[in-house]
């Protein structure tokens, strides 16, 4: 049932950027291995045809939110889809980052990789497929057990792609992973249970109908899911040994997608909420602080590039929780900000990711003290190095400062009234004045002069990670720009 107005060609593909990438995969378990590859990207691309038209006939409809059932029971809904401009922003970031993905792992995954030569399993492909589907299906998820399901079906992916070289380690790194974000789910089950029990149903948008005492409750035990997925503290100690994935998978998972589902929880519940109190902003602030220091001290001794950006990527999480509890308070702007930084910083860290994956795929070490004199051996490289290093520092003209600028902002402003808010603030930006110090002496250290033995001997790079790596350069200049127009 239609639930308000809204253009049945848009939910219906919506509906598609969830079904054809798990046909995808489906297809891929039954066609010959060396085709994966290819349907892989043919599926992607289709998903990324989808959500195209998603934005085409969201805007054609003048930007009005719309949900649609897809199981309902009585009046309780089960699952269903909301087509907004929050959903529809995030799931653009996630397909198409998820095709990106699909064409440099077809140049990664082969003989040819200096660090881990293998060619691309089908299964590697399929569990890539699927989980573009499961988190599209969660970004559009109207309800929490919709929101839960796919949760679930992204833990299982995270396992079978963090896993996929097999060895004793990496199979112990894939195991935590999986153990502490279906710990997290717990919290989902719990405002579920809750939500249910007060209003009958398990639509996000019933959250607004609960007592202040009943919506804490339930936006904390949001809060509890969001924390595992997106890797803070105390639910953060998966993320670094999930390292041990593929790189692109690292880029995917851990920049783009799944590290992105907990924020998203969180966002969604507070659009949905109307008024908050003020008990969820100080606890989600309060926790974000103590993730960015904890993480901006961890990623300072760190040599091998991925675990670095690792590390990094709990701190950038930090500040869009840190946007996001600001709300709380009353600051759209700071809300708006954390949204645009989920787009910006996806884009941003991706690329420095995939830039790990080429050094090691070209020179076979990702340790920073062995990589020097990038751009005099391969100059795309080099500048790509830099501009993803300086776009997640957040220096203009790249997106990572103009998300960040909103979300100071938005802070400031309501520190104002709320004096125990500008620590906070202050501790934030220190931080991100010592990020963009601490990346300015890696650019120093590995971008110009002499290269090393290591880069001097490098192979060249395949045409389809350059690609890749040109578009995502492209995507931390403009994608900023997407984001405030279509945020308003």
């Known amino acids: 049932m239609m ?17 054809l990438p798990f046909g995808g995969a489906a297809l891929i378990a039954c066609a010959p291995g060396k085709a994966s590859k290819w349907l892989c990207q043919i599926f992607a691309l289709a998903t990324v045809a989808s959500i195209l038209g998603v934005v ?13 059932d897809l199981i309902r029971i009585g009046r309780t809904e089960i699952l269903g889809l909301t087509v907004d401009a929050l959903s529809v922003l995030i799931a653009v970031a996630v397909i198409v980052i998820g095709f990106l993905v699909a064409v440099y792992s077809a140049s990664y995954l082969t003989m040819g990789n200096r660090e881990h030569p293998a060619v691309g399993r089908p299964r590697y492909y399929a569990f890539l497929l699927v989980f573009i589907g499961a988190m599209s299906g969660l970004v559009f998820s109207s309800t929490i057990t919709g929101q839960l399901f796919f949760f679930e079906i992204t833990g299982g992916c995270s396992w079978a792609l963090i896993g996929y070289y097999e060895t004793p380690k990496v199979l112990r790194s894939a195991a935590k992973a999986l153990l502490i974000t279906h710990v997290a789910s717990i919290g989902l089950y719990v405002a579920a249970a809750l939500l249910f029990l007060d209003t009958g149903t398990f639509a996000i948008a019933a959250i607004a109908d609960l007592s202040d005492g009943s919506k804490v409750v339930v936006i904390l035990s949001l809060l509890f899911a969001a924390w595992g997925k997106s890797a803070q503290v105390p639910l953060h100690m998966w993320l670094p040994d999930a390292m041990e994935a593929p790189t692109p998978i690292s880029a995917y998972l851990h920049a783009a997608s799944m590290v992105k589902v907990g924020v998203y929880i969180f966002a969604r519940a507070l659009l949905s909420a109307g008024a908050v109190p003020h008990v969820v902003g100080w606890v989600g602030a309060t926790m974000a602080i103590v993730t960015l220091v904890y993480g901006f001290l961890l990623y300072l001794p760190q040599v091998d590039m991925k675990r670095l950006l690792a590390y990094s990527t ?17 600051s759209h702007l700071a809300f708006q900000g954390a949204v645009a930084h989920i787009f910006n910083h996806a884009f941003a860290k991706t690329l420095f990711f995939l830039v790990a994956g080429a050094l090691s795929y070209t020179t076979g070490t990702r340790m920073l003290p062995s990589l020097r004199g990038i751009v005099t051996k391969n100059p795309l490289l080099g500048i790509a190095f830099v501009v993803a290093a300086l776009a997640i520092a957040g220096v203009p003209p790249f997106n990572g400062f103009f998300s960040k600028f909103a979300i100071f902002s938005g802070g400031f402003a309501v520190a104002q009234e709320n004096l125990l808010l500008l620590p906070m603030l202050v501790i934030a930006l220190l931080e991100s004045i010592g990020c963009f110090a601490w990346f300015l002496k890696w650019i120093g250290y590995s971008i110009p002069g002499k290269p090393s033995d290591a880069v001097a001997s490098a192979q060249p790079l395949p045409m389809g990670m350059q690609v890749v790596l040109v578009a995502l350069m492209v995507a931390t200049l403009c994608s900023s720009f997407i984001a405030a127009s279509w945020l308003g």
């Not at 085409?56 to 649609?68: K, L, N, S, Y």
């Not at 709990?314 to 009353?330: A, E, R």
């Open 3 to 19: 639930t308000s107005v809204s253009d049945s060609m848009t939910m219906t593909l919506a509906l598609a950027t969830i079904v």
């Open 314 to 330: 709990i701190t950038q999480l930090s500040y869009i929780f840190l946007g996001l509890s600001l709300s709380v308070f009353g």
């Open 56 to 68: 085409a006939g969201f805007v054609e409809a003048g930007r009005a939110g719309a949900t649609q």
